[in-house]
């Protein structure tokens, strides 16, 4: 079942110039894992917020062709209606953070109240939630508090707990170590192996090579490439477009060394080490 | 330049958050990596002189910080923020990046030039009227870069600075560095990012609940593996590659392990 229908979509933010996208058209499965990619102002954060009708409801500026998210035409739905659908963690946790509440429990109970949730299961869910994430120690803390890491952590959860069919996420682990990031994307992974499609702008390269199952590369807001990792990570010209691809793939390119039995490079360490392992050293 | 002797700090009256650090840093370029929650920040914040130590001392250049002013420290080092909203506070890119020069005394027409050349620096200079709220995440971050690099101090910490960027801006980062480093500033930073530490950073100390669990010359300290998933940090993935291939010696860069093999 196609879970989102992007056709045709141009975007100009007011008092821009040039189009932020031009002639998007892409779609996208139940359940598929998907990485946005692109230098930055390619149109990755705009084309998330598309998804969540922020382009053109909250921004305003011209729009054309459409988006169909679960169903629902963006372009003529509230952002409240899609919000049932589609959650969005944005790039920087500072800006998702509401600032009208005093603990990390209340702020991810904001969305779940006001989209009329029981006390109840508002409160399964925010257990849950904290859990998932690892921020149950923090609960009481105020959000401003919080350092970026644990900040992010909240910002997802926060979207998380609203159990949204769709998830958007913008660069969601920025502010989280290695490992924190790690626990982050498979605890997306779990959400989109449970049937939860996932929109995720990223320029962590490796990770997008291990968990996508799908990458759209955008370049000057038009779709490059929408395809499996390792044809994106193969392309002769992804540094004409911007992008460094994994680090696994770089060194098998210098060396010429493939996937065996595929014209494609490896993409992540796994693969990597099967591809050069005997032909090195 | 910087000597850090038995240095603890804790927030109120709980559990040190840092405890015995005892540094010594010299002009080589520094990352420091570790958890979030390791005391990363927390450090960089007392060298600062943002925080005060509860015990223990620290040196900038022979001088006791807790004898100087914020102010005055403020001439010989310098902090770039991780979030640069917290940096941030002026209407126009220009005024930002000249509001320290400003406020360390120097008169307008130099604070300009230094203010113009930093943003040169950092590829903001045709920006000089926007308003830095306008900016996108990763130009605020090159912006907080140039608003410290204006100050001209000797000492200059980045706290997460490749945060949001792309290869380009990666590319810039690494350029700024370079510069730094040739105008023989110490540059410091605070990194998750551990293949750009590999590439650009010749001493990397490894934080680990509050203490230092490694300190050495980047190769060297990648090189520890069960000492660094102990402190839950994973080396490059290059670095892991050669290794699980069987490389004997550590590597750092795609070059090398071409060179290498």
């Not at chain 1, 044809?231 to 992008?243: A, H, N, P, V, Y």
């Not at chain 2, 910087?2 to 559990?15: A, D, M, Q, R, W």
């Amino acid at each position: 079942m196609k879970k989102i229908i992007v056709e045709g979509l141009k975007y100009k933010y007011p008092l821009a110039e040039a189009l932020a996208l031009n002639d998007v058209t892409f779609h996208v499965e139940q359940g598929e894992f998907i990485g946005i990619i692109g230098k930055n102002s390619a149109g990755k954060s705009t084309l998330c917020q598309a998804l969540v009708g922020l382009v053109p409801h909250f921004y305003k500026g011209a729009y054309g062709g459409k988006v169909i998210v679960d169903g629902l035409e963006v372009k003529n739905r509230s952002i409240a209606d899609i919000s049932l659908k589609v959650g969005m963690v944005f790039q920087n946790p500072f800006s998702q953070v509401t600032g009208s509440k005093m603990t990390v429990y209340e702020e991810i109970a904001f969305g779940l109240e006001n989209i009329g949730i029981p006390r109840s299961e508002i409160i399964d869910r925010i257990d849950s939630v904290l859990n998932l994430l690892k921020i149950e120690q923090v609960k009481n803390h105020n959000p401003f508090d919080l350092s970026g890491g644990q900040m992010q952590r909240m910002a997802i959860a926060s979207i998380i707990a609203m159990k949204p069919e769709i998830l958007v996420l913008d660069e969601p682990t920025s502010q989280l170590d290695p490992a924190g990031s790690e626990e982050v994307f498979q605890a997306i992974q779990s959400l989109s192996k449970q049937g939860i499609t996932v929109i995720l702008a990223e320029h962590k390269m490796e990770k997008v090579a291990q968990y996508c199952d799908r990458v759209l590369l955008l370049n000057d807001g038009k779709i490059v490439d929408f395809a499996t990792p390792e044809k994106i990570f193969s392309r002769e010209d992804l540094e004409e477009q911007g992008i460094s691809a994994p680090v696994y793939t770089r060194v098998c390119k210098a060396l010429g060394v493939k996937k065996t039995g595929t014209d494609e490079y490896p993409v992540t360490l796994e693969d990597a080490e099967k591809a050069l392992r005997g032909r090195v050293v | 330049m910087i000597k850090v002797s038995n240095l603890s700090f804790s927030y109120g009256k709980g559990t040190p958050l840092l405890s015995g650090i005892n540094l010594e840093f010299d002009q080589r370029s520094t990352a420091i990596i570790g958890q979030n929650g390791a005391g990363k920040t927390t450090f960089v914040k007392l060298l600062k002189g943002l925080l005060k130590a509860d015990e223990g001392e620290v040196t900038i250049q022979d001088r006791d910080i807790k004898t100087e002013t914020a102010a005055e420290l403020a001439k010989t080092i310098g902090l770039v923020f991780q979030n640069p909203n917290d940096q941030i506070f002026k209407r126009s890119v220009l005024d930002e990046v000249m509001f320290g020069p400003l406020n360390i005394k120097l008169d307008k027409a130099r604070a300009r030039e230094y203010a113009f050349q930093a943003l040169k620096m950092v590829e903001l200079d045709d920006k000089l009227e926007s308003n830095p709220h306008d900016l996108s995440l990763s130009e605020k971050k090159l912006l907080c870069i140039a608003s410290i690099v204006a100050m001209d101090p000797d000492i200059i910490i980045l706290d997460e600075p490749t945060i949001a960027q792309d290869h380009s801006g990666k590319e810039k980062i690494r350029q700024i560095i370079k510069t730094l480093k040739d105008r023989n500033k110490l540059v410091m930073t605070i990194i998750h990012d551990m293949d750009f530490v590999a590439e650009n950073f010749e001493r990397t100390i490894v934080f680990n609940e509050g203490r230092v669990l490694l300190d050495g010359d980047t190769r060297q300290v990648f090189s520890q593996k069960e000492m660094l998933e102990k402190a839950n940090v994973e080396p490059p993935g290059i670095t892991q590659l050669a290794e699980k291939l069987g490389f004997k010696d550590t590597i750092l860069t795609v070059e090398e392990f071409i060179n290498m093999k």
